[in-house]
Every structure is written in C-alpha cells, then in structure tokens.
C-alpha cells in the first residue's frame, strides 16, 4: 500500500493523512535519534543542590504526586545541577540574600525518560519539551525556581508552579507585588547567566547548556552514589 494517497478535486491537490507502512501496533522511538547518556557525567558532574549550597531551599515536587502528571516521578527528593550551573546558583543566592531574599528550587536535572512520561500526559511544546529532541532540564543545565524571603516563606507569584495558563509566562501583565517578584527574580539569575523560558516565570536555562549531553540517568542512581 502506498503510504502516502493524494487526489484531486476541484482543480487543489488535497493530502490525505500520512498512512505509517510500519504495519499495526509499531510507534516510532522517540529516542531513536538521540545520543543519551545513561551513566552520570565527569565532566561538569551532577551535584546535589542542597549539599552543595545548604542556604538554597528546595522542594521536590516531582518526587511526591503533587503535579501536574499526578504521580510521584522520582523515587527520591533530591535535586540535582551541572556543577557549572550550580556554582552560578550560588551567586545569585548571594546577591539575593543581600536583600533578604533567597530561592527555593523545585527542579533541576531529569532524567529523559521523565520528560517522555510528562510529554505523553501533556504533549504541549510550551510547556513540557519534546523528548524526541530532549531538554535543557536532560541536559542538567535548567532550573524551575522561585523566591522566599528571609525565613523561607514563597513570595507571591504571577501562578503557582507548574501552572499551565496565560499568566505563568515571564511577560504576563499581572498585579503587584506578583510582577515585582517575578522580574527581580528574572533580574538576579540573568545577572548570572540564566536565561528565563518565555512561557514560564520559573524556568531558566544556564548559559552554555548546548555543550552538555543529554543524560538519562536516574536520579536515585545519583542519590545511591552520594
């Protein structure tokens, strides 16, 4: 059978959906044609981001079924960075807390096959990424985050994690004190070379990210090799 049928009609060529000559019950692999790394990297290593810097606080939120997947996705609730992104983190926990400010992480580095499982509940490109070209989060070069005060409080901000709606983009017009607190955050990690995703206020990208492979490491791999 042809995989592919047109016709004619009314003087338009009209396509008619691509037909897979794969046969029945055959899915292409998203992975197919990508070069995962399933061993945890030497160079620019993963690092734990509260060993490596006690003062930022962090809540797993994958690791507990509170998300949007509805499924805990980590079997533990650790978070993991590039060393290289790390070091920056600290940099702006250190220029935050200047002002009485400090970051609380929700995500860093994830495994692969977690974004696949995401894309498969979700499937929106502006919000989960497509697993046949892998993200910056595989690539343990982005961070979802957002901002506390001194004693560890979250400031109000435009959504709440995760929030897949108009106003979680980083230029949404939102109220006070909300916009404020977005775009101090969006000022300090710029300052340090992260760059926020314009469909999401937490999320911003380390510098340099496309020199790091893609990893399909699994986080309780990294957690056991503490």
Request: hydrophobic share 45%; aromatic share 8%.
């Amino acid at each position: 059978m042809m995989c592919f049928l047109t016709r004619w009609a009314a003087g338009v060529l009209l396509l008619v959906p691509h037909v897979s000559c794969a046969g029945p019950g055959v899915v292409d692999d998203p992975a197919a044609d990508l070069d995962l790394v399933t061993v945890a990297p030497t160079d620019d290593p993963l690092v734990e981001v509260a060993s490596a810097d006690p003062r930022i606080r962090v809540r797993a939120v994958y690791a507990t079924p509170d998300n949007f997947v509805g499924e805990a996705l980590y079997p533990v609730g650790r978070i993991y960075l590039r060393r290289s992104a790390m070091e920056r983190l600290s940099q702006v926990q250190d220029d935050l807390e200047a002002d009485g400010l400090g970051l609380l992480v929700f995500d860093g580095y994830r495994p692969w096959s977690v974004t696949k499982r995401m894309w498969d509940v979700i499937g929106d490109p502006d919000f989960v990424a497509d697993p046949s070209k892998g993200s910056r989060h595989n690539r343990g070069m982005a961070v979802d985050l957002a901002l506390v005060d001194g004693n560890g409080r979250a400031l109000p901000m435009p959504t709440q994690f995760d929030a897949f709606v108009p106003e979680a983009r980083a230029d949404a017009d939102v109220l006070e004190p909300m916009r404020r607190n977005r775009d101090r955050l969006i000022e300090a990690m710029a300052a340090h070379g992260f760059r926020v995703l314009s469909s999401e206020w937490w999320h911003f990208d380390a510098d340099g990210w496309q020199e790091r492979s893609l990893l399909n490491v699994p986080i309780e791999e990294l957690a056991g090799a503490r």
